[in-house]
């Protein structure tokens, strides 16, 4: 059973346009939600958070918006560029639980110029 | 050094030997942890440090499975009698004591393939 769930393997857009990526969660105790963007052959890089008080973050190109009566959360690059291909990870935790952290499978973006 | 590093990069073992890899967590991170992917999936969890302390390794997934951190730095992961099924990238972080909102810092990981 998956608590974190990216039912999209792929996603390919336009150079310019908006890449929206989707996540679903389960577990309700999760309150802390991030995505990572992965690059082949190198590890995980965090990119953005979102904490459950929240609705929307936003850190320049890159906004997250969580729907918690949904258990849905999206991660939304505008305006997408070649070099955000790549693989997106969304996460969750607990804040005052361990220390963990449930990834989904990801999503491959691909930008096309 | 600047980042976390973990070695060797690749390792190919034959079914049934014991495997260690290596992690050097960022200096002064308390918190560090291992997680395996497997080829399609996200990372999952094997288990955690808070300095020496391995407060949560619920995820190992058989005793087959050890991890240390003797001196609440490097750390070594270690595999007894590999398995096919072990084969995967395994990941190493590191943290300082909380690492919400920032998350934690990945290092480029080992990717073990068992013959």
């Known amino acids: 059973d998956q608590q974190v769930k990216q039912n999209s393997p792929s996603l390919s857009v336009q150079e310019g346009r908006i890449s929206i990526l989707n996540c679903d969660y389960t577990?309700?105790?999760?309150?802390?939600f991030l995505w990572y963007k992965k690059y082949p052959a190198e590890g995980p890089t965090f990119l953005i958070s979102?904490?459950?008080?929240?609705d929307k973050n936003e850190d320049g190109r890159f906004t997250v918006f969580l729907n918690k009566s949904a258990k849905h959360l999206s991660l939304h690059i505008v305006p997408s560029q070649p070099g955000d291909s790549a693989v997106y990870f969304c996460?969750?935790?607990?804040?005052?639980?361990?220390?963990?952290?449930?990834f989904g499978k990801g999503t491959k973006l691909t930008v096309n110029p | 050094g600047a980042g976390v590093s973990q070695s060797p990069r690749y390792k190919v073992a034959k079914r049934g030997q014991d495997v260690a890899l290596r992690c050097d967590p960022i200096?002064?991170?308390?918190?560090l942890f291992w997680y395996q992917q497997a080829l399609g999936q996200g990372p999952e969890f094997l288990t955690y440090?808070?300095?020496?302390?391995?407060?949560?390794k619920s995820g190992l997934p058989s005793d087959r499975f050890f991890a240390e951190r003797p001196e609440g730095s490097v750390s070594t992961l270690k595999i007894q009698r590999t398995q096919q099924e072990d084969s995967a990238v395994y990941l190493c972080?590191?943290?300082?004591?909380?690492?919400?909102?920032?998350?934690?810092?990945f290092g480029s990981g080992t990717r073990l393939t068992v013959v």
């Open positions: 440090f808070q300095n020496e302390a391995q407060l949560d």
């Open positions: 577990n309700s105790m999760f309150d802390y």
């Open positions: 996460a969750a935790g607990e804040e005052g639980g361990s220390e963990k952290l449930v």
């Open positions: 979102i904490s459950s008080i929240k």
């Open positions: 200096s002064g991170h308390v918190s």
């Open positions: 972080a590191s943290s300082k004591s909380r690492h919400l909102p920032h998350g934690y810092t």
